[in-house]
C-alpha cells in the first residue's frame, strides 16, 4: 500500500497570493489577528510571501533585495514613521493600507467609539 502524497503548502500560498486581492485578504486577516498571533512573528513571514508573489517576479533581483532590506529596517521601527514605510512599501507591490468600518459587534452602549480599545501609538 503506497501512501499518498500531498503537495507542499508554501507554493500553493504563493500561487494564490499572486492575485493581488488574495493578498490583500491575507494580509488584513494577519493585521487583525489576535495580539498573540502577532507575537509569534506571524507579520513579517506574511510580508515576505506576498512580497515573493507579488514584488519578486516584477523586480530585478537588485530591487528585490534591497525592497526586502527596506522591509527589515520598517519592521524594527517605531512610531508613526514606521506606518507610512509599510504604506510606501505594500504600495511597491499594488497594495495599499486601508481603514474600514468593523461591523463585527453590534448593540454597543451609545457614546462608546464602537466599542474599540484606543491603540498606543509610538513613544508615548
Known sequence: MTMPYSLPYHPYKIS???DPAYSAGYLTEIIEAEEGDLELGI???ALRDVFEALGEP???AEDAKLHLE????LLSGEGSATIYALASWLKALGLKLTVAVDEGEKGEDEGSVGGA???VVGNV
Open 16 to 18: 494564490n497570493l499572486k
Open 43 to 45: 507579520m513579517p513571514k
Open 58 to 60: 516584477n523586480m530585478s
Open 70 to 73: 527596506k522591509l527589515d529596517v
Open 117 to 119: 480599545e484606543l491603540a
